[in-house]
Structures are given as structure tokens and as C-alpha cells.
């Protein structure tokens, strides 16, 4: 029996909540499909699909969804589980559509370039069955009309690879001189449309770690000198920071009172993977992050504006007095 895509649309939502902290209730699961789905969804409806991924042997996703009658609450078992983990289905390629008209808009980045061919084949076909069934252009996307530096990607994530040191001229903003750089590169990292490098600086006597912008870089190239080991761990340099620059201090709590409209937006989207729902009310949501506050973190803060209102720590309430407090002086 084919899978009904609505049902599937379902799952997918129930199992994107379901990973994500802090485990929700049952009201929580049936807010979260029908703000997703613009629809109303019963809760006959949910509890029916927690059920159908438990046991469903059509479906074999087998999830290990536990309820805890204390608090209420529904949550994997297993912390790594998903049901996207699992085969594809006949009715799942579909989706499949979807993610090529994502791949082809990317094709000429180089380091994917030497699928070009591939990806045209196959973007090709999903463009005329798109076309046939008159869904063209749907679904657009921002993004900027060229990634400066993009031509960097290739040599930097083939050096990684391989742990072979990198030399390459610097300029940083502001400055009108470029400096060289011997750089053990350790992993990119993606943030607001601009690539980044994270690497060990083998120039200094000590082991420095810096982030370059690609944007900023020129006369990439790998040496013939290698690396043994990474001096920090990929997963967990960034496990504390919101944007690209990491500090020397502590990852501090921060609590943050959003009124209803904003909050909705942080709830759907959370500003960092640390995030907890401490209350939601019709007046306001608050939210506890555990979070280094860096310069990005504030920029942040500033565009959510009066929707805003930082709780503590008092150190980052002064900050964000004191922007906006300069920003009034401009005008």
C-alpha cells in the first residue's frame, strides 16, 4: 500500500520535534504539525501516528518514541535515531525532486564541480517533470549572487583530507597590507553565506587556533608539509557559539524574554542547539541558552530589536543598553 503523503508530511514533522530538546508533550507535537502544515490536525490524529511509527510493520521505521507519564512528555530512546535514517521508499522519492532542484543551483561550486555532468542528467529530468505538472518555480531561494572566495573550497577541503599544511596571503577588513600564513586546516565552517577556515597556526612558536574568511584569502596552496592530528575536536569547538568567533571565556546562560509573535519564530527556529523552552504564554516565550556571547550573538540580539528582552546576565544587559544606546546618538 502506497504511503499517504499527508501521513508521511506528518512523521517527518513529529520526528523532527521529537530530536530536539526540550522533549514535547502531546499539545506541544499537534502545535507543532499544524503550524507546519497550516492546517488543523486532531489529536486522535497524532497519537494515531506516534502508534503507526512505534509498530507499523508497513512502515518499519520501529521508533523508540517513550512517553514519561510524570512530565508528560514524548522522546526518542535512542538519542541518534531518525526516521530520515532509513531506506528510501518508492514514496519518498518525490523528495527526491526537491533536493536536486536544491543541488543544481550549487553545481558550479568546485567542490561538488566534478559531478556537473551527474547533477545536469538528473536536474534535467526533475526540471521537465516539475514542468509537465506545472510547478515551476515554486520554491525560491536567497542566497547571494556569488560566494566570494568559493574558488578556495576545493584545494582547502582536499588539504583537510589528506592533513597537508596550507599557505595562503591574508587580508583582513580594514587593513591594506596581506600577511602569509602557514595554516594546519582542521574544518570549513559555513555561517551567513560566507565560508570560513578554522585552523592551527604552525607560523607562530606557540599553537595559535584562527578562522580566516575565504572572502579574504588569496594564493591558496597546499605544501608538500603534513599534519598527524587536529589540536581541538571538529564537533565540539563550536558546541557553545553562535556564529563564527570563538572567545576565551566560559559559555555563560543566558535568558531571553521574546514577546509572542518573535517567540513563535524562535520556538520554529531556535537561535542555538542549547536552547530551552522556560516558559510560553500568551504574553511572552522565554528561553535559556548556554552560549559564549560574542560579538555575533549580540548582532544578533540587536536585530530582534523591542521583540526582545535579555534577561541575564546583567554583563550582556549592559551590552545590549549600550548599542542601542549608540545607535540613537546616530540619528
Do not use: W
Not at 15 to 39: F, G, H, M, W, Y
Not at 309 to 331: N, R
Amino acid at each position: 500500500m502506497p504511503l499517504n503523503h499527508d501521513a508521511f508530511s506528518r512523521y517527518r514533522i513529529i520526528d523532527d520535534r521529537l530530536r530536539r530538546k526540550p522533549s514535547p508533550t502531546l499539545s506541544q507535537l499537534i502545535n507543532c504539525v499544524n503550524e507546519a502544515l497550516d492546517t488543523v490536525i486532531s489529536k486522535r490524529t497524532i497519537q494515531l501516528d506516534l502508534q503507526e511509527m512505534r509498530f507499523s510493520q508497513s512502515l518499519k521505521f520501529e521508533a523508540p518514541i517513550k512517553y514519561n507519564r510524570k512530565e508528560k512528555r514524548y522522546s526518542y530512546e535512542r538519542e541518534n535515531y531518525s526516521i530520515s535514517n532509513l531506506p528510501v521508499t518508492a514514496d519518498e522519492l518525490h523528495g527526491l525532486e526537491f533536493a536536486i532542484s536544491i543541488l543544481d543551483q550549487f553545481k558550479q561550486l568546485p567542490a561538488i564541480k566534478e559531478f556537473e555532468e551527474a547533477i545536469i542528467k538528473i536536474a534535467t529530468t526533475v526540471k521537465i517533470n516539475k514542468e509537465t505538472r506545472g510547478e515551476n518555480n515554486f520554491i525560491q531561494f536567497d542566497r547571494p549572487v556569488s560566494y566570494v572566495g568559493i574558488e578556495n573550497v576545493e584545494p582547502i577541503v582536499r588539504a583537510i583530507r589528506e592533513k597537508r599544511i596550507i599557505e595562503f596571503s591574508y587580508q583582513t577588513f580594514g587593513s591594506t597590507s596581506t600577511k602569509q600564513h602557514l595554516i594546519e586546516p582542521y574544518f570549513v565552517r559555513e555561517f551567513k553565506s560566507r565560508f570560513y577556515l578554522i585552523g592551527n597556526s604552525v607560523s607562530k612558536s606557540e599553537h595559535k587556533i584562527l578562522t580566516f574568511g575565504f572572502d579574504r584569502m588569496s594564493d591558496v596552496k597546499i605544501t608538500d608539509s603534513f599534519f598527524t592530528e587536529r589540536k581541538i575536536d571538529n564537533k565540539k569547538f563550536y558546541e557553545h557559539v553562535y556564529g563564527i568567533t570563538v572567545g576565551q571565556g566560559k559559555a555563560e546562560v543566558v535568558v531571553l524574554s521574546f514577546n509572542p509573535i518573535q517567540g513563535k519564530y524562535i520556538l520554529t527556529q531556535p537561535i542555538h542547539s542549547s536552547q530551552k523552552v522556560l516558559k510560553e504564554t500568551k504574553e511572552e516565550v522565554k528561553i535559556e541558552l548556554t552560549i559564549q556571547i560574542n560579538l555575533e550573538f549580540v548582532m544578533q540580539l540587536l536585530s530582534y530589536g523591542a521583540n526582545v528582552k535579555v534577561v541575564k546576565p546583567k554583563s550582556l544587559i549592559e551590552t545590549i543598553k549600550t548599542e542601542f544606546g549608540k545607535a540613537i546618538l546616530q540619528y
